[in-house]
């Protein structure tokens, strides 16, 4: 199954409105300011895992985008 299938799926279940919740927040808000969008959209049309690995390593190396995993996380461990 492709990604953006799985992204479908997975908004659009039950654990959905809280994703966008974190997603919504205002570190989600933040984060996505500092990402460039163009790159990752770019990136995963090609499937090109290595460059999206990098982007996302940059990301999660700043204190937003470790704040922002560990929401997802917690989001997705009490979904389950």
């Known amino acids: 199954m492709k990604w953006e299938e799985q992204a479908k799926q997975l908004m659009n279940g039950t654990m ?14 933040n984060l996505a300011k500092a990402f460039n969008g163009q790159a990752v959209e ?7 895992t290595k460059a999206l690995s990098v982007l996302l390593k940059q990301v999660l190396e700043t204190p937003e985008g470790k704040r922002f995993a560990e929401q997802i996380q917690r989001t997705v461990n009490n979904g389950q």
């Open 42 to 48: 770019q990136a995963a049309k090609e499937g090109d």
């Open 16 to 29: 959905g409105d809280s994703l966008r919740s974190v997603i919504d927040s205002e570190t989600g808000r």
